[in-house]
């Protein structure tokens, strides 16, 4: 018995079926790539800011931390001149030896000395605490920041993958700029 041959009618109706699931195929695909897309193009933009956030505060601290070792430079260098009047190592020009000279007069006694070497230490004990204080600060700061950037990263890998760029996910820099 000869197999039945599908009349024309039915292959028509078959075809626009197919026609039109395949329509609707392609546009969902194209739907979900415009959606990942717009995800990758998000997580894009997350990045950058993170980034950006993550260099602004490292100039911020590097910026702190330089102004900090000025100012210690400069109160240790009064420290060593405060610790060394009377030696020939004064600084040669005349208004900076009549302060210090006039300083001096004012110290005539062992208790004025006394007062002001007191004064001094609490200022410099003050400082170093303040010093300290700032350091654990940055260290704090330093450590979150790395923290939120490593979550960033890794937010991004994810998108990444799910997005079928695996390529961007490897340990390619990010351009951010950790200073000196």
């Known amino acids: 018995m000869p197999d039945a041959?599908?009349?024309?009618?039915?292959?028509?109706?078959?075809?626009?079926?197919?026609?039109?699931?395949?329509?609707?195929?392609?546009?969902?695909?194209?739907?979900?790539?415009?959606?990942?897309?717009?995800?990758?193009?998000?997580?894009?933009?997350?990045?950058a800011h993170w980034r950006n956030l993550y260099s602004t505060e490292a100039q911020q601290r590097r910026s702190e931390a330089r102004l900090a070792e000025e100012r210690i430079a400069r109160l240790q260098a009064e420290r060593d001149r405060t610790a060394q009047v009377g030696e020939?190592?004064?600084?040669?020009?005349?208004?900076?030896?009549?302060?210090?000279?006039?300083?001096?007069?004012?110290?005539?006694?062992?208790?004025?000395?006394?007062?002001?070497?007191?004064?001094?230490?609490?200022?410099r004990d003050r400082l170093f605490a303040t010093l300290r204080t700032e350091q654990v600060n940055h260290a704090k700061t330093r450590d979150s920041l790395t923290a939120i950037l490593g979550d960033?990263?890794?937010?991004?890998?994810?998108?990444?993958?799910?997005?079928?760029?695996?390529?961007?996910?490897?340990?390619e820099p990010l351009g951010i700029d950790n200073g000196p």
Not at 20 to 28: N, V
Not at 100 to 107: K, P, T
């Open 152 to 171: 960033a990263i890794q937010h991004f890998g994810r998108q990444a993958g799910k997005l079928g760029m695996n390529h961007l996910t490897s340990s």
């Open 88 to 123: 020939p190592s004064l600084p040669d020009s005349p208004a900076a030896r009549a302060a210090i000279a006039a300083e001096l007069v004012e110290l005539n006694t062992l208790e004025a000395l006394r007062v002001k070497l007191v004064a001094v230490l609490q200022e």
């Open 5 to 47: 041959v599908p009349s024309h009618s039915a292959l028509e109706t078959s075809n626009a079926n197919s026609s039109q699931a395949l329509r609707a195929e392609l546009q969902t695909l194209y739907q979900q790539l415009l959606e990942l897309e717009r995800e990758r193009d998000a997580a894009n933009e997350s990045a």
